[in-house]
């Protein structure tokens, strides 16, 4: 049997991994496909990528800690813990930097939704950011499952 570590890392890496499929490619375009009100759509959604990014933020903590406990400094010339880091910055960036950045266009454009506001530009080209590096943290997702042998 597995030792507990090494399936709470696992469980970790798949925890991670499919809720950012699942929030990002699922949940969020149901939710924009279902409901009519867009701006609760998005506020829903927000919610949701704040949450997961809580859940990246502990599973790759757990994943790293693990990795340097089990390996030493060898886990540093494993592939699995480059990606956890990159992950791990990525999901920084994105609830740290871009989020924010985000929240406050749609604060400047109250009452009015943000895409029918002076800072709907702003705002797409913040948006198309964040849906890049969403999409990079969820490739990179896959690789880590691919990788996840210890």
Not at 11 to 31: C, D, F, M
């Amino acid at each position: 049997m597995k030792r507990l570590p090494d399936l709470l890392s696992a469980w970790a890496v798949s925890l991670w991994v499919g809720g950012l499929w699942a929030v990002g490619y699922l949940a969020a375009p149901t939710l924009f496909y279902s409901l009519t009100d867009r701006m609760l759509a998005g506020m829903l959604a927000g919610k949701l990528f704040g949450h997961i990014a809580w859940v990246g933020l502990v599973c790759g903590g757990w994943l790293l800690m693990h990795r340097l406990s089990r390996f030493g400094v060898l886990a540093l010339k494993q592939g699995f813990f480059w990606i956890v880091v990159l992950m791990l910055l990525l999901t920084v960036a994105q609830h740290f930097g871009i989020q924010p950045i985000l929240q406050q266009l749609k604060d400047q454009a109250m009452p009015k939704d943000v895409m029918e506001s002076l800072f709907r530009d702003r705002f797409a080209t913040w948006h198309g950011i964040s849906s890049v590096v969403y999409l990079i943290e969820s490739l990179l997702g896959l690789a880590l499952v691919s990788k996840q042998r210890l």
